[in-house]
């Protein structure tokens, strides 16, 4: 799209204001500040005019029980039976949510390369990739690895894998790829920008990790391996098994569309979301959307109904992502403090919420399916979360955890 068709683009949407210091960039600048404004979604702009997101009402919510402990360690060889196997004939790949950074932890690098060591050095990558060699070492095959980066970590994330050698993972089967990125806005929906020849921009979400798959090409890597199955995960749950077999046998012999593993909730208003059924379908409910007769409900047995919280490790059949990928996501409106820069070019950093970004999240793919397999794991064995530097979901909780699994820290 060359510059008087942008010209004419911002005009019909009153966004003209960014290219007021058009004439002051080089030609590399004024080329990537037009690329820029040629990738705007410009539906999400109406949603803030509309004053409302595209989320809809909560349908009918029902509890969702799970395929719980008990019953897989009963039905363990079997489910492990159908999971190697298909693990040989690498039809089920990895997708690692790595776009983000670990400001919260206050580290200004991509939060995968955080170190949780004590004594040694021990990177979240680094646990990522040596649960994955667990499995890699079991079935003798090479799981192929997508890592989805953002436009602010990409480089230093692929540096670092270089860099370290990928931990000992085969890196012809690692593949990374960028999030998508959607624009920011003020309150009056108007584009920010945060330099002169850049716009505000900010990864749209983890539910945009297949699309963003999808227009990387590396969908065509998969069907020359045969991939049939995804599964995703997140950075910072340092004690995760990715693509154990009993639970890629138990999604696939369960004839779901996917799997969610899930812990049993710490108490009955623990903050995570919980696996249920909307009008008859798979869905999350978010902690803050439940009643306190939902939070508290059980059954006769006295078990917590709402019990079973998900911890972001999914695994997708790939035809239902085809299926799925060119519907309309629900998108998120989430108010942020945005950094930018003003009528005077200054940048400025704000101390509270000044605007919006746009968010699609994983939770809204799990209701586009039509059926989940909830596959229940042990909170101690498999959920280390590390979101703060202290306290609850933290470097501390994890590194004690670690310490509990046998993981030299």
């Given at each position: 799209?060359?510059y008087q ?8 949407h009153?966004?003209s204001?960014l290219?007021k210091?058009?004439d002051?960039l080089t030609e590399?600048?004024k080329?990537?500040l037009l690329?820029?404004?040629?990738d705007i979604?410009?539906k999400?702009l109406d ?5 409302k997101?595209?989320?809809e ?11 719980e402990?008990d ?6 060889e079997?489910f492990e ?11 089920v790949?990895?997708v690692?949510l790595?776009?983000?950074q670990?400001t919260?932890?206050g ?11 004590v004594?040694?050095t ?9 649960n ?5 070492k079991?079935?003798?095959?090479w799981?192929p690895?997508?890592?989805?980066t ?8 692929t540096?670092?894998f270089?860099?370290q ?5 085969n890196?012809e089967?690692v593949?990374f790829f960028?999030q998508r990125?959607?624009?920011?806005v003020?309150y009056n929906?108007?584009l920010?920008m945060?330099?002169k020849?850049r716009?505000?921009?900010s990864?749209?979400g ?7 798959l ?6 065509e890597?998969?069907?020359k391996?045969g991939?049939e ?6 950075v910072?749950n340092?004690?995760q098994r990715i ?5 890629v046998?138990?999604?696939?012999q369960?004839?779901?569309d996917c799997?969610g593993k899930v ?9 995570v979301?919980?696996l ?9 409910v978010?902690?803050?959307?439940m009643?306190d007769?939902?939070i508290?409900?059980r059954?006769?047995k006295?078990?917590?109904l709402?019990n079973?919280g998900?911890?972001l490790?999914?695994m ?10 060119n519907?309309?996501m629900?998108?998120h ?9 003003n009528?005077a ?7 509270k919420?000044n605007g ?11 209701h586009l ?11 101690e064995?498999e959920?280390?979360p590390i979101k703060n530097?202290?306290g609850v979901?933290?470097v501390?909780?994890a590194r004690k955890?670690?310490?509990?699994n046998?993981?030299?820290?």
């Amino acid at each position: 799209m060359d510059y008087q068709a942008i010209c004419a683009m911002l005009e019909e949407h009153g966004q003209s204001h960014l290219l007021k210091y058009y004439d002051e960039l080089t030609e590399e600048q004024k080329q990537s500040l037009l690329e820029q404004i040629a990738d705007i979604d410009w539906k999400l702009l109406d949603l803030v005019h509309s004053h409302k997101s595209t989320e809809e009402s909560r349908g009918h919510l029902e509890p969702l029980g799970a395929l719980e402990v008990d019953e897989i360690e009963k039905r363990r060889e079997e489910f492990e039976a159908i999971g190697i196997q298909a693990l040989k004939e690498q039809k089920v790949g990895a997708v690692l949510l790595a776009g983000g950074q670990g400001t919260r932890l206050g580290f200004d690098k991509p939060k995968g390369m955080f170190n949780v060591g004590v004594t040694r050095t021990l990177y979240i990558f680094e646990c990522l990739i040596h649960n994955l060699m667990d499995v890699v070492k079991r079935v003798d095959t090479w799981v192929p690895l997508y890592i989805m980066t953002s436009e602010k970590n990409h480089e230093d994330t692929t540096r670092f894998f270089e860099e370290q050698n990928y931990f000992g993972y085969n890196k012809e089967y690692v593949h990374f790829f960028k999030q998508r990125m959607a624009p920011s806005v003020d309150y009056n929906g108007k584009l920010l920008m945060e330099a002169k020849d850049r716009l505000s921009l900010s990864p749209n979400g983890n539910g945009g990790w297949y699309s963003s798959l999808r227009r990387s090409g590396l969908t065509e890597d998969m069907k020359k391996k045969g991939v049939e199955w995804l599964t995703v995960f997140a950075v910072d749950n340092v004690l995760q098994r990715i693509n154990d077999p009993a639970y890629v046998g138990a999604v696939i012999q369960s004839g779901c569309d996917c799997g969610g593993k899930v812990v049993r909730k710490a108490a009955p208003d623990e903050r995570v979301g919980v696996l249920c059924l909307e009008d008859k379908k798979p869905s999350i409910v978010e902690y803050y959307e439940m009643t306190d007769d939902m939070i508290h409900l059980r059954d006769e047995k006295g078990n917590l109904l709402y019990n079973f919280g998900v911890i972001l490790n999914y695994m997708f059949k790939v035809d239902c992502l085809e299926a799925i990928v060119n519907k309309d996501m629900p998108v998120h409106i989430v108010e942020k403090k945005i950094p930018y820069i003003n009528e005077a070019g200054e940048l400025v950093k704000p101390e509270k919420p000044n605007g919006y970004k746009f968010e699609e999240l994983v939770l809204d793919m799990i209701h586009l399916m039509d059926s989940c397999l909830p596959y229940e794991v042990v909170r101690e064995k498999e959920f280390a979360p590390i979101k703060n530097s202290t306290g609850v979901d933290s470097v501390e909780s994890a590194r004690k955890l670690l310490i509990e699994n046998g993981v030299e820290i």
